[in-house]
């Protein structure tokens, strides 16, 4: 009886290891780059990425989308969605560069520097034109040069 318990427990401490091993986040790799609209860095903009792949947004089986969010000088470093790690899945992406809101910033509103006004247009972000693939040893130039008209 003891002899069947181990073999169970063993054959089941190998299938999860097998079956967690496979899982459908792939490799990830570090991925950085730099926004510009019309020429000009593009500050507070938030940057995702979301593995191709799938049939649908809601099909997660490419991986785990990233994001990030542009610094004064427009670049970035991406981050997963889930969990804590740096970079993106690697393999084709569809990417959408959106504003930030501040109507979800906790700061007192007295010290809160001023809404952005700057609009991008929805080719970039609801109906993204854009796209990086991401290969396996990461990428450091995903720039995308943003035009308003």
């Not at 490419?62 to 542009?70: D, P």
């Amino acid at each position: 009886m003891n002899r069947l318990l181990l073999l169970l427990a063993c054959s089941w401490t190998v299938m999860f290891l097998l079956v967690g091993g496979c899982s459908s986040d792939g490799a990830v790799v570090p991925v950085s780059g730099r926004v510009t609209l019309d020429g000009q860095p593009l500050a507070g903009a938030h940057v995702s990425f979301q593995p191709e792949g799938g049939a649908s947004l809601s099909d997660s089986s490419a991986g785990s989308g990233s994001y990030a969010v542009t610094g004064s000088d427009g670049t970035y470093a991406l981050r997963l969605a889930v969990g804590d790690r740096s970079g993106a899945v690697v393999g084709k992406h569809r990417v959408e560069i959106n504003m930030r809101s501040d109507a979800d910033d906790d700061t007192d509103r007295r010290t809160r520097p001023p809404k952005q006004t700057t609009v991008i247009p929805p080719r970039y972000n609801l109906k993204s034109e854009l796209s990086c693939d991401v290969p396996p040893g990461g990428k450091s130039d995903a720039n995308f040069e943003l035009k308003s008209k």
